[in-house]
C-alpha cells in the first residue's frame, strides 16, 4: 500500500469508508425494519386481546364452561390472520388450548418472541376478569411473514451493497484520475526543468483551488532558484575574476625573475611584488569566506550590550591618520550623550571600518566623513556621511550586490566590490539593515538601524 499511486490509495480509502458506512446504513434499516414489522404484530395482537377482552365479557355471563369454550372456540377461528389463542381459568383448567407447546408464562401484558418447532411466534399474555372469574389469556401470531420479509431484505442488501460498492470504487478511480491529472501535468513539466533551464515556468490552471495554489508555488520556488543559481553564477565568475589578476601578476613575476639571474636587490623586489599580491588575494579569500559564511545562515554573532559611542570613537581615531593624509576631516558625532544597544561590538566595528572606506575613496580632499551613533524610535542609529560626489541614482539598486563597483572597469580601482555586502550581512546579523540617503554632487549617508 505504501508503493501505491495516491489515485489507488484515495480509491482503497474511499472503498473503505464507503463499505462501513453501508455496512452501517444496512445495519441500522435491518434493525429498523424488525422493530417496526414486530410492532405491526404487536399492534395486531393487542387489538385481538381488546377484541377477546370484548367476547369473552358477553359469553361469559351467558353461558357455562362447556358453551363458553364452544362459542370462544369459534371466536378463535374466525380471527382472519391466524391469531393463535390460548385461555385458562384461575385454577389453571384450559378453556381454549394452545396448539403448541409453549410453556404458559403468567407474567402479565408481556410480549416476547418464542420458537415453537423452529418457527418464530410473536407472544401477548394479559388477565382478563369478568362475570368475577379471573381468566389468563395467551395470544400468538407467527412471525414466519416478518422472517421471510427480513430474508427478502437480507438478500437485497447482500446484491446491493457490493454492487454500490463496485460503482463507487470504479467512480471514484475516476475522480481521483481526474482530479490528479493537473498533478501529472506538472510532474512531467518539472521534470523536463534542470539547471539548464531554470526560467521555464508551469502553466498555472485559473481554477481556484489546490492545484492552482501549489503550481502558483511551484513557480516561486523555480523563481527562487532560478534568482540562487543565477548569483551563484556570477559570484563564481566574479570570484574567478578578481582571483584572475592577482594570480597572473604572481605568476608574471616569478618567470621573470627566474628567466635569468638577478641581483639580490631585483629578487627582493619580485618577491615583495608576490607578497602584496598573495596579501590582496587573501584579503579577497577573507571576504568570499565571510559572504559564504552569510549565505549558508552561518554568520551570527554574539550580542551584548555596546557602548556604540566609544565604539564610534575608537574607530574614528583609529582611522584619523589615513584620513589626514588623504585630506579629509574625519569626525565623530555622539551628541555628548552615550548610546548602549545589544550589538557584537567586533561585528559593528568591521561595518563602521568598511563604510568608512568606502567614504574615504569617494570623498575628495578638504571634505568632509562623520560618523555618529544615536537614538531613535526606541533604536539605535548608527551613521557615516561623507560629502563626496554621492551615488548615481541607476547605481543606488546595486551597490550591496556583490562585486557591484561603479566603475565599469570591474578590474580597475581598489577593493573587491564586496565590502558593502559584508556590511549589510552584519547589519542583518543585528537584525537591521543598512539604509543610503544620496544623491549626486551631495555626498551620501549609510545608516544602520535595528
Same mark, same amino acid.
Given at each position: 500500500m505504501t508503493n501505491a499511486s495516491i489515485r489507488v490509495r484515495l480509491t482503497v480509502w474511499y472503498s473503505a469508508v464507503l463499505l462501513l458506512g453501508l455496512a452501517l446504513f444496512g445495519l441500522g434499516m435491518w434493525l429498523a425494519l424488525e422493530q417496526r414489522l414486530i410492532a405491526g404484530v404487536d399492534t395486531r395482537l393487542a387489538q385481538r386481546m381488546q377484541g377477546l377482552r370484548g367476547a369473552l365479557g358477553a359469553e361469559a355471563e351467558i353461558h357455562g364452561r362447556d358453551q363458553l369454550q364452544q362459542e370462544l372456540a369459534e371466536f378463535a377461528g374466525e380471527v382472519p390472520d391466524g391469531t393463535l389463542i390460548q385461555l385458562r381459568d384461575q385454577a389453571g383448567g384450559i378453556i381454549l388450548p394452545f396448539p403448541t407447546q409453549t410453556a404458559f408464562d403468567r407474567d402479565l401484558a408481556s410480549s416476547r418472541t418464542v420458537s415453537q418447532a423452529g418457527k418464530p411466534f410473536r407472544v401477548v399474555t394479559d388477565r382478563i376478569r369478568t362475570a368475577g372469574e379471573m381468566y389468563d389469556v395467551l395470544l400468538a401470531a407467527s412471525l414466519d411473514e416478518v422472517t421471510a420479509v427480513m430474508r427478502d431484505f437480507r438478500q437485497l442488501l447482500f446484491l446491493m451493497i457490493p454492487a454500490v460498492l463496485a460503482m463507487a470504487c470504479l467512480g471514484g478511480y475516476w475522480l481521483s484520475s481526474r482530479a490528479l491529472r493537473p498533478v501529472d501535468e506538472i510532474t512531467k513539466v518539472a521534470k523536463l526543468i534542470s539547471v539548464?533551464?531554470?526560467?521555464?515556468?508551469?502553466?498555472?490552471?485559473?481554477?481556484?483551488?489546490?492545484?492552482?495554489?501549489?503550481?502558483?508555488?511551484?513557480?516561486?520556488?523555480?523563481?527562487?532558484?532560478?534568482?540562487?543559481?543565477?548569483?551563484?553564477?556570477?559570484?563564481?565568475?566574479?570570484?574567478?575574476?578578481?582571483? !584572475?589578476?592577482?594570480?597572473?601578476?604572481?605568476?608574471?613575476?616569478?618567470?621573470?625573475?627566474? !628567466?635569468?639571474?638577478?641581483?639580490?636587490?631585483?629578487?627582493?623586489?619580485?618577491?615583495?611584488?608576490?607578497?602584496?599580491?598573495?596579501?590582496?588575494?587573501t584579503a579577497l579569500t577573507e571576504s568570499l569566506l565571510t559572504v559564504a559564511r552569510a549565505d549558508a545562515g552561518g554568520f551570527e554573532m554574539a550580542l551584548e550590550p555596546t557602548d556604540l559611542s566609544e565604539l564610534v570613537n575608537s574607530v574614528v581615531r583609529q582611522n584619523e591618520g589615513v584620513a589626514a593624509e588623504k585630506g579629509i576631516c574625519l569626525t565623530a558625532e555622539t551628541n555628548g550623550h552615550t548610546v548602549f544597544a545589544t550589538a557584537n561590538d567586533s561585528g559593528l566595528r568591521r561595518l563602521l571600518l568598511i563604510l568608512i572606506d568606502n567614504a574615504l575613496k569617494h570623498t575628495p580632499a578638504g571634505g568632509r566623513v562623520t560618523v555618529?551613533?544615536?537614538? !531613535?524610535?526606541?533604536?539605535?542609529?548608527?551613521?557615516?556621511?561623507?560629502?563626496?560626489?554621492?551615488?548615481?541614482?541607476?547605481?543606488?539598486?546595486?551597490?550591496?550586490?556583490r562585486f557591484y563597483r561603479g566603475d565599469p572597469a570591474r578590474g580597475s580601482g581598489s577593493g573587491f566590490g564586496l565590502g558593502l555586502s559584508i556590511a549589510q550581512a552584519i547589519a542583518k546579523a543585528h537584525g537591521g539593515h543598512i539604509a543610503v540617503d544620496s544623491s549626486p554632487g551631495a555626498g551620501a549617508r549609510f545608516s544602520l538601524r535595528w
Amino acid at each position: 500500500m505504501t508503493n501505491a499511486s495516491i489515485r489507488v490509495r484515495l480509491t482503497v480509502w474511499y472503498s473503505a469508508v464507503l463499505l462501513l458506512g453501508l455496512a452501517l446504513f444496512g445495519l441500522g434499516m435491518w434493525l429498523a425494519l424488525e422493530q417496526r414489522l414486530i410492532a405491526g404484530v404487536d399492534t395486531r395482537l393487542a387489538q385481538r386481546m381488546q377484541g377477546l377482552r370484548g367476547a369473552l365479557g358477553a359469553e361469559a355471563e351467558i353461558h357455562g364452561r362447556d358453551q363458553l369454550q364452544q362459542e370462544l372456540a369459534e371466536f378463535a377461528g374466525e380471527v382472519p390472520d391466524g391469531t393463535l389463542i390460548q385461555l385458562r381459568d384461575q385454577a389453571g383448567g384450559i378453556i381454549l388450548p394452545f396448539p403448541t407447546q409453549t410453556a404458559f408464562d403468567r407474567d402479565l401484558a408481556s410480549s416476547r418472541t418464542v420458537s415453537q418447532a423452529g418457527k418464530p411466534f410473536r407472544v401477548v399474555t394479559d388477565r382478563i376478569r369478568t362475570a368475577g372469574e379471573m381468566y389468563d389469556v395467551l395470544l400468538a401470531a407467527s412471525l414466519d411473514e416478518v422472517t421471510a420479509v427480513m430474508r427478502d431484505f437480507r438478500q437485497l442488501l447482500f446484491l446491493m451493497i457490493p454492487a454500490v460498492l463496485a460503482m463507487a470504487c470504479l467512480g471514484g478511480y475516476w475522480l481521483s484520475s481526474r482530479a490528479l491529472r493537473p498533478v501529472d501535468e506538472i510532474t512531467k513539466v518539472a521534470k523536463l526543468i534542470s539547471v539548464q533551464n531554470l526560467s521555464q515556468r508551469i502553466a498555472v490552471p485559473r481554477t481556484g483551488d489546490e492545484i492552482e495554489r501549489m503550481s502558483e508555488t511551484w513557480n516561486q520556488v523555480l523563481e527562487r532558484l532560478d534568482v540562487a543559481v543565477n548569483r551563484i553564477r556570477q559570484f563564481t565568475a566574479d570570484a574567478s575574476h578578481e582571483l !584572475r589578476t592577482p594570480l597572473g601578476l604572481i605568476r608574471a613575476t616569478a618567470e621573470l625573475a627566474l !628567466r635569468r639571474e638577478r641581483s639580490p636587490e631585483e629578487y627582493r623586489k619580485s618577491l615583495s611584488t608576490i607578497e602584496s599580491e598573495a596579501e590582496h588575494m587573501t584579503a579577497l579569500t577573507e571576504s568570499l569566506l565571510t559572504v559564504a559564511r552569510a549565505d549558508a545562515g552561518g554568520f551570527e554573532m554574539a550580542l551584548e550590550p555596546t557602548d556604540l559611542s566609544e565604539l564610534v570613537n575608537s574607530v574614528v581615531r583609529q582611522n584619523e591618520g589615513v584620513a589626514a593624509e588623504k585630506g579629509i576631516c574625519l569626525t565623530a558625532e555622539t551628541n555628548g550623550h552615550t548610546v548602549f544597544a545589544t550589538a557584537n561590538d567586533s561585528g559593528l566595528r568591521r561595518l563602521l571600518l568598511i563604510l568608512i572606506d568606502n567614504a574615504l575613496k569617494h570623498t575628495p580632499a578638504g571634505g568632509r566623513v562623520t560618523v555618529s551613533a544615536d537614538t !531613535r524610535d526606541g533604536g539605535a542609529v548608527l551613521s557615516v556621511a561623507d560629502t563626496g560626489a554621492g551615488i548615481p541614482a541607476d547605481a543606488l539598486p546595486h551597490i550591496f550586490e556583490r562585486f557591484y563597483r561603479g566603475d565599469p572597469a570591474r578590474g580597475s580601482g581598489s577593493g573587491f566590490g564586496l565590502g558593502l555586502s559584508i556590511a549589510q550581512a552584519i547589519a542583518k546579523a543585528h537584525g537591521g539593515h543598512i539604509a543610503v540617503d544620496s544623491s549626486p554632487g551631495a555626498g551620501a549617508r549609510f545608516s544602520l538601524r535595528w
